[in-house]
């Protein structure tokens, strides 16, 4: 290895030699004294050397460009100016990594950038605090995500991405070339995950893309996606709700437990409730309007409704549950006593919907009335409906969309911040 130490690691051992590597995050000559901030992905530290104290041709290489790459040897003294409390007095320090270009912005946050700069030079922006802190954050939630699941008794499987037809009866699909067959790009794992569950395979879990090709222009939807999924048989809405409860509440206490300089950066914190609670979609109707929101029973939440829900209720996790039949996924089970009436639910993170789930419809005569109450044909589904015609269990499943969850919790307003390469109405690279 080209290092010996992290940064983070190399604080800790003072008196001893040390080999540091990554990039020139500042540099400052004062003629026979010289002062480099070396910086990695761990954090900077402080390269300090003066005439007499370093050999002539160290002290010469430490007046680099910034943001070029070099691998610094030697000794982790105490340093009473040093925000870390320690610098490096370098023996040696070789160049890994020349400029040849013109770095397009400051990394070191001096001089803002556009997001759109930014991400057009991504390579670069994520050298800076800020979305490495970010992409920090996502790690630990989607290990969160998976080692929950794991302790649960799930099983990580991984489905496909191309589909012969939309996998939740939406016409918003990317086609791509087949060789000599049409096949598009996949909206949801939805179907494959609950043949998984018929299968046998009982409790599932996976982390996908999913590409919607809506043509849309806000700060909190992308065209490509990851999404956390799970399913679950012989299991109904309820079940589905409490596994999301045990993953939701989780993963707040790891990021908690593991990134509380990252979310220092970001200027945020992860709260953790003791338990997440549990609205009717009705009793939420009933709040909008005593406070004086008019909101008709049937209709779905918009973001300014979900904002006045969100102020009225205070609270920073919540589901919804029991929504009207109507206006959910055609698959979710319509209830057994209120047909109007389904078991679906979404959990609400900071006023936003993070997470949508259901219990599925698994009997074929009920799958194929929803489907003509929204005038659609049975026929055009038979790839999907023949899946219950040989002995499926009930099942409910749910989903987390990442990015979205990874923007909350790290107080972004846009969600092309949590993407390490966004894809939207217009950008396809880098």
Known sequence: MMRTHYISEAISQKDKEVTLAGWVHEVRNLGKMNFML????????????????????VLAKMNQPKET?????????????????????????EILGELTGKVPFEVTGKVPAELDVRLDYRY??????????????KHEIITGFRETLCTLGFQEIHTTSIVAAAT????????????????????SP????????????????????????????????????????????????????DVLEKVALSILGRVEKNCGAELATLGTKAIVPEAIKRHTYSSLVDLLNKNGVKFE????????????????????????????????????????????????????YRGTEISSGAQRIHIPSILEKQLRS???????????????????????????????????LTGQHNIRECAMFPRDRVRVTP
């Open 38 to 57: 070396l910086r990695d992905r761990t954090g900077i530290l402080q390269v300090f050397g003066k005439d007499g104290m370093v050999p002539p041709e």
């Open 297 to 348: 029973w049937g209709e779905d939440f918009t973001r300014e409704t979900e904002g006045e829900v969100n102020k009225l209720l205070n609270e920073e996790l919540y589901f919804i549950t029991e929504w009207p039949t109507a206006i959910r996924a055609f698959y979710s089970m319509p209830n057994s006593e209120r047909d109007e009436i389904c078991n679906a639910f979404d959990l609400m």
């Open 168 to 187: 939740e009866g939406g016409t918003n699909l990317f086609p791509v070339e087949y060789f000599e067959k049409k096949a598009f790009l996949a909206q």
């Open 69 to 93: 790459v070099v691998a610094v040897t030697g000794k982790v003294v105490s340093s009473k100016v040093a925000k870390s409390g320690v610098e490096l007095i370098p023996s040696k320090i």
């Open 374 to 408: 929204r005038g659609l044909e049975p026929a055009n589904f038979e790839f999907y409906i023949n899946a219950f015609r040989v002995g499926a269990p009930p099942h409910a499943g749910w989903s987390i969309g990442l990015e979205r969850i990874t923007m909350k």
């Open 124 to 137: 670069v922006d994520l050298r800076r605090a800020e979305p490495s802190a970010i992409f920090k954050v």
């Open 190 to 241: 939805q179907l494959y995950k609950q043949l998984a569950v018929v299968g046998g395979m009982d409790k599932v879990f996976m982390t996908t893309p999913a590409f919607r090709a809506e043509k849309h222009n806000t700060t909190s939807h992308l065209n490509e996606v990851l999404q956390m999924d799970i399913e679950m048989g012989f299991a109904d809405h309820n079940d589905a709700m």
